[in-house]
Structure formats: structure tokens, C-alpha cells
């Protein structure tokens, strides 16, 4: 008797592991848009931070270029190091926060123990996971909001009885509103629940 391998999480659909239980997976920090912007301050802030230096040494440590060593170190070194450093810091955060997959995590609902789980990994320290439980009758509906403009949200969030809203989609970057609509319909359909803001 062979063993059967275990089903691979899918960061974009959900996976029922049963008819009683539906399982959402949640992409974290490890977005490629998160990859772009810190190769690209990685390259921008090392040479900015490099023009700094080169003007205060009046040593060329840039290859391609001999301008920095020819900037005055006051104001223009000290501002394009300035730079340097702030764009090395972010890239640094942003390093992190992939490593660690800041915001990743699963939506879970099982009829069968009549529980709704929604887990996220944090930033390290005592409380890196986030693990509520939530009871399915106490599951008043499911909403969605939708915000257009130039800071555009689209969001599920499951409206929970003496809880409030608790968010179900991902942090920092918005759905597409097919998505929205196909996952709110979804869970809605599943809990048996209205779905609101649509």
C-alpha cells in the first residue's frame, strides 16, 4: 500500500480538503513586486552610498563612472550618502519581511468541528502567529469592501458576532475584482451566510 503525497497549498485558489472543509491560502511578503523593489534599491542605494564615499575619499569606487570623486562632499556627498543609507535600510526591511513571509498564511472553515481558523505569520517575537478561532454559527456574513481611486482597496472580511470584521485577504496589494467576487461568492456559498458590500 502506498502512501499518498499531501496536496501542495496553492497561493491563489482555494483548496477544499473535503466537502466539509474549505482552505484558503494567503500570500505573504514573498510577492514578486517585493523581490523587484528590493533588487532595485539594492542597486540604487549601493550606488548612491558609493558616490558619498567617493567624494569624501576623492577616490573613484564606482567603475563606470569618475563624476563622483569630482562632487564636492558638502552639500552633495553628504545628501547622495544620505540617500545610499535610506535606500539600504529599505532595502534591508524588505529582505526581512520576504525571509520571514510577514502576512502569509491560510483561511480555514470546517464544518465538522464547526470552526472557523484564520492564521498569519507575524514579525519574530512572542507573538509571530496569529491563530483566532472562531465558531461557525457565531459567522454573521461575509463583506466585502471595495474603494477605488488613487489608493485603491478591494477586501473580504468575515463579520464575526461580538468580534468586529476580521480581514481575510491579503495585506498590501489589492485583489482583482473578479477575485474578490469569485472568493466572496465562494465562502459565502459555503458558511451558508449573506454576503455584503457587492
Known sequence: MTASKAPTPSS?????????????????????????????????????????????????????????????????????????????????????IIKWNVGSGYNEFDKEKSEARIFRYGFPGKNREIDLHYPLKDVLAVRAEIQEGLNPKRALYLKVKGKGDIPMTRVGQPISLADLENQGAELARFLQVPLEGL
Open 12 to 96: 491563489k485558489k482555494s483548496r477544499p480538503a473535503g466537502k466539509t472543509v474549505l482552505r484558503r491560502e494567503i500570500l505573504g511578503a514573498r510577492r514578486p513586486s517585493n523581490y523587484f523593489w528590493a533588487a532595485i534599491t539594492a542597486i540604487g542605494g549601493t550606488g548612491f552610498f558609493l558616490a558619498g564615499i567617493s567624494s569624501y575619499l576623492q577616490t573613484n569606487l564606482l567603475p563606470f563612472s569618475d563624476l563622483p570623486a569630482q562632487l564636492v562632499f558638502i552639500p552633495q556627498g553628504i545628501a547622495m550618502g544620505f540617500y545610499g543609507t535610506a535606500a539600504l535600510l529599505l532595502c534591508l526591511y524588505l529582505v526581512l
